[in-house]
Every structure is written in structure tokens, then in C-alpha cells.
């Protein structure tokens, strides 16, 4: 659904309001509250003690590092960070729960009163403001278990893996400022970059690091007033294209419903629904709980933390260069398009330091993002390797944009001797070498365009006439003469020497 899509009828127009709340699972050797390793993949029910397993008498006993990692992020987030914090006790009952309740956060958010800023689209104009999309809060909490439904052995049994109880997570909770699925994915994906550029988790989303729960309703114009649909909660929702499809989908179920049954947010409570991506639809699972109804209260077995100024202070001062400022950075320093600067940020910090060294070489920055783009990174897929482990250096392929822009290398022989340097460590004369690639003197290139203006008097009387396009049979014959010779130099060339 289209914010502020008017629809067919014409009888009322519509805005999809969408809020998100992001788990993310923080990058931490051990749990929130006890020793055990956090570590995907092992063997279940193998990272457990009596602390996550909530035991009694069990006390849990509070990880620095989470604290760190969620200030870091709040402050990323340009959240507040308050003096004091404290935990409370989130009371509900799932199987992969084992004490019955979590430790979270409720009136004392760890982070609060943030916000975010997209990037702004391609087609927006460049002085358009950003779009910012506020954060309510970011609270850490403990993560539950998981359950383990094995319905192709054809029964309802369901295993209870416990490694993941207590877990850190940070939830970070947005307002209702989205009102697209496009935009919603877009605040996802610069959140995710966000947390990645800072260390602070890996998010890996087909591991449950980063899990999305969608928060979506409308707002129906009908005939001047505006009529809000229940807020549904999509769950659990483990993939950006999930998010996106979920919640398209949602706004087009919420018009019908209101369609037939006329029901608004005042009528219905919120409910929750799940997203099944084989039927392409969501289905409801339950009414949604209200904070009474999870009768929280402060936890008796953790103090409240103290958060000095000095502590955030410090931890600020670790940030640097954030992803949306380096992407600016990028776009006025060298200047590349915005598209590129974008693909080149996302790649992460080490892709940024491998363009700017590069283009410190080659002195082209367009160019230089040109060959990341096109050629390191597909080499980097075609080959399963990072840029750490990227065979041609930054320096060296700086070098080789370098001879390009000096007009010694043509595109095409410049990759192949991009080609020569992913199986050989040389210097670029190294490889022209041994790939046979001589220079063109300035003498010797005039002397073979003029020789091939004496054979072809009416490409000469072509370009007299107007059609500059008739030299490029000519460059075809120059590059079989001399397949050194670079094709833009030769039409250059022949255009001068027509010209005089």
C-alpha cells in the first residue's frame, strides 16, 4: 500500500503507518547475566547453566561488555543516554522461557529519544532534507530459547533448545514514522549498517541475530476525517524481504477488513500475526498482550546502573566516522555519485579504506569506484573472497586506474592486466610485460593514423561532412595494426588530423 494512495473507488484515501522494533542480539563472548559462550551452531542445550536455565537460587551477575555495546549504539542512534538505568521482570510463559519471566527493561530504557536518518533517494532532489525516522527507545533484555517444530516427522513434537536464554539483545523501537514498505526496508538496512560499521553485532539474520517485528495500521481520509484500522504486530520476521512483503501485504488485508467489517483502533485491541512466506500472506496468532498484562516490576536481584557521564562521554569518543557521514564524505571529497558512495559504505570499512587508498593513487575517484564495482567486487563473489584477502592491493589497483586516465592503458587492457595481477603479485610493468603490452609513442601512433587516413579518403570526406561517428571504422583497423594502440588516443588522433 502507497502512503496517501487514494483508492479506486475514490471514496477515501489511505496511509500505511508503520513502526518497527529490531532485536538485536549483541556481540558479546558470554550472556547477559552469567558466564555461558555465545556461540550459533553448537550442540543444544550445551551452552546452559543454572543462571539462563533459571534455577532457583540461581543470581544472575551483570555483563559490562552489553552495557558498553548498548550505549554505543544509543549514542550512534543519537539517543539520550539518562544517568540511571535498571531492570524489570517481564512476566510470561512460553516453553523455551524457563524462569517464567524476563529480565528487560520497562519505565528506564538504557537509551531513549533517538533518531535515524535515511539516505535520500536516488530520484529526490539533492537538496531534499533527509527523511528521519525517530527512535522511542533501545532497552536491553535477555533472549529466550528456541523451540524446534519438526513437522516433516509428521508429529507435533517440538524440541527446546536453551543455548539462546539469555542471550543479550538490544530492542531498539522506532516510532510510527514509516509509511512504505520501501521505506521501512530502507530504515533496516541503514540500521543494520549502523550496527555492523560500530561492531556491535553481526546480524546476521539467518542466525537470529537481527529479528524484526513489524508494527502496522492505516489511516483512512473519509470525507475529511481520519478513521485508524487495529495495529496489527507482524512477528518474528527474519528477513528484510519478509518485512517488506509482510507488510504490503498487511495493508491491502487491513483495507478489505475494514471494508467488511468497519471495525477502527478504538473497536479492536492490537493483535499479533505471523507471516507465511510460502502463502504469501500473514495469519493471527494471538491478541496482543498490553504492558499490564506482563505485570512488570523492577527485578530484585539487580541493582540499577549508575551510568556516568564520563563512562558515555568515553565511549562517544570511540565512534568516528559514522556510515551516513562518510557516505557524504565520499560524494564531495573524491566526487563519485551518491549510488556509488552507497554501494562503497555498505561494503563496509574495509572496502572504504581500500577506495580511498586507491583513489589516492590513481587521483580518479569516479574511475577508481568504477573497477571496485565492477570488477573487484565481482571478482570477490566470482572467487568467495573478502577484501581482506582481495589479491590485487588497493595501491596497485590505484596504479593501474592511474595509466588508464594517463591514456598508457585502454579499458580492455588494462583488465587484462587486472586479470594477470589476481594470479601474480607483480608491479603493472611486470605484468604488461609479460602480457606483451608496449607504449605508443605519441610519433609512432600519428604516423599509423595517417597511413590509415591515405587508405581511406572517404571516411576523411565523412567526418568533413559531419558524421564524426565514420572514424570508428578506422579504429578496428588501427587496433589489428598495433593492438597497443589505445582506440580513444587513435580517434582523438584522427579527428585532429582530419581537422587540420
Known sequence: ?????????????????IGLEVHVQLKTQTKLFCGCVVQFGSEANTQVCP??????????VLNR?????????????????????????KQYFYPDLPKGYQISQFDLPICADGYLDLPTPEE???????????????????????????????TADTKIDLNRCGTPLLEIVSLPDMRTPDQA??????LKLLLTHLGVSDCEMQEGSLRVDANVNLHLDVDGQTVATPIVEIKNLNSFRNVHRSIAYEAQRQV????????????????TRGWDDVAEQTFIQREKELSADYRYFPDPDLLPIRLPRDFVDEIGDTLGELPAAIRTRLQTQYPIKPYDADVIVNQGRRMIDYFETATTVSGDGKRTSAWIMQDVMRTMKDRGVTIDDFPVHAERLGQLVARIGEGKLDNNRARDVFEYLLDHPVAIAEAEAALGI????????????????????????????????????????????NRNANPQLIRQMLLDLIGS
Not at 1 to 17: C, F, P, Q
Not at 185 to 190: G, N, V
Not at 456 to 479: M, T
Open 65 to 89: 561488555e552489553a552495557i558498553r555495546l548498548a550505549v554505543r549504539t544509543g549514542l550512534a542512534l543519537n539517543c539520550d543516554v539518562p544517568p540511571v538505568t535498571k531492570w524489570d521482570r
Open 51 to 60: 543462571v539462563c536455565l533459571g534455577m532457583p537460587g540461581a543470581l544472575p
Open 124 to 154: 529526490a532532489e539533492s537538496d531534499s532534507p533527509p527523511q528521519r525516522i525517530r527512535i522511542l527507545r533501545a532497552h536491553l533484555e535477555e533472549d529466550a530459547g528456541k523451540s524446534m517444530h519438526d513437522e516433516t516427522a509428521g
Open 185 to 190: 526496508k530502507s530504515y533496516l538496512s541503514e
Open 438 to 481: 608496449e607504449h605508443v609513442d605519441d610519433d609512432e601512433l600519428k604516423t599509423l593514423c595517417e597511413e590509415l587516413l591515405a587508405a581511406n579518403p572517404q571516411v576523411v570526406d565523412d567526418v568533413r561532412g559531419g558524421k564524426q561517428q565514420a572514424v570508428g571504422a578506422l579504429i578496428g583497423q588501427a587496433k589489428k595494426k
Open 1 to 17: 500500500m502507497v502512503a496517501n494512495e487514494t483508492l479506486a473507488s475514490g471514496r477515501y484515501s489511505v496511509t500505511t503507518i
Open 256 to 271: 478489505v477488513a475494514w471494508e467488511e467489517t468497519g471495525q477502527t483502533i478504538e473497536d479492536s485491541p492490537k493483535t
